[in-house]
T-cell receptor
Framework: QKEVEQDPGPLSVPEGAIVSLNCTYSNSAFQYFMWYRQYSRKGPELLMYTYSSGNKEDGRFTAQVDKSSKYISLFIRDSQPSDSATYLC????????????FGRGTQLTVWP | NAGVTQTPKFQVLKTGQSMTLQCAQDMNHNSMYWYRQDPGMGLRLIYYSASEGTTDKGEVPNGYNVSRLNKREFSLRLESAAPSQTSVYFCASGGQTPQETQYFGPGTRLLVL
């Protein structure tokens, strides 16, 4: 079993929709939770991170972690065609960052 | 400030040939990583270096070797390339705080015939 599971999609939504992207993880030692965005033929770039449980908001993006169910979510409000990309969740053990464990990524297309 | 740079951007090899992928970072990060990305498989860690002078195996180390040349540079070597090593290779560097979590290079596309 992979440390982090993520539905690869693809997911296709109309512009303006609310998008929900999800991951589950297996190890309760994971403390940091990240979301990376990867445009086609580019390297991944960090979108958001959270520590332990709770929500974090940044503009149209909200990251949510539920440690009791080992569930990670990313919500995108008012989605735009420029949000079309692959979104990867990642986790890290311990109180300091080191090796990251990635999900397989979900491919998102937002059509006008 | 270039971030993480990788060379070459694209390479075609024949089975059995060798090559070295180069990676450099200018963010003074202690840790560096090599990943491969294949369709449907996500990012898989090949090797990583938590600090200068140390290297450790990741998920898929077979067929690869690495060298942490100094704090800035981390190279990945394929001694005898195989078609199964056709992939996109990403180098990343990172620190220990969330603000320094892994930054990725632009990738090297490798085709082994």
């Amino acid at each position: 079993q992979k440390e982090v599971e993520q539905d690869p999609g693809p997911l296709s939504v109309p512009e303006g929709a609310i998008v929900s992207l999800n991951c589950t993880y297996s190890n309760s030692a994971f403390q940091y939770f990240m979301w990376y965005r990867q445009y086609s033929r580019k390297g991944p770039e960090l979108l958001m991170y959270t520590y332990s449980s709770g929500n974090k908001e940044d503009g149209r993006f909200t990251a949510q972690v539920d440690k009791s169910s080992k569930y990670i979510s990313l919500f995108i409000r008012d989605s735009q065609p420029s949000d079309s990309a692959t979104y990867l969740c990642a986790t890290s053990r311990g109180s300091t960052l080191g090796r990251l464990y990635f999900g397989r990524g979900t491919q998102l297309t937002v059509w006008p | 400030n270039a971030g993480v740079t990788q060379t070459p951007k694209f390479q075609v090899l024949k089975t059995g040939q060798s090559m070295t992928l180069q990676c450099a970072q200018d963010m003074n990060h202690n840790s560096m990583y090599w990943y491969r990305q294949d369709p449907g498989m996500g990012l898989r860690l090949i090797y990583y270096s938590a600090s200068e002078g140390t290297t450790d195996k990741g998920e898929v180390p077979n067929g690869y070797n690495v060298s942490r040349l100094n704090k800035r540079e981390f190279s990945l070597r394929l001694e005898s390339a195989a078609p199964s090593q056709t992939s996109v290779y990403f180098c990343a560097s990172g620190g220990q705080t969330p603000q320094e979590t892994q930054y990725f290079g632009p990738g090297t596309r490798l085709l082994v015939l």
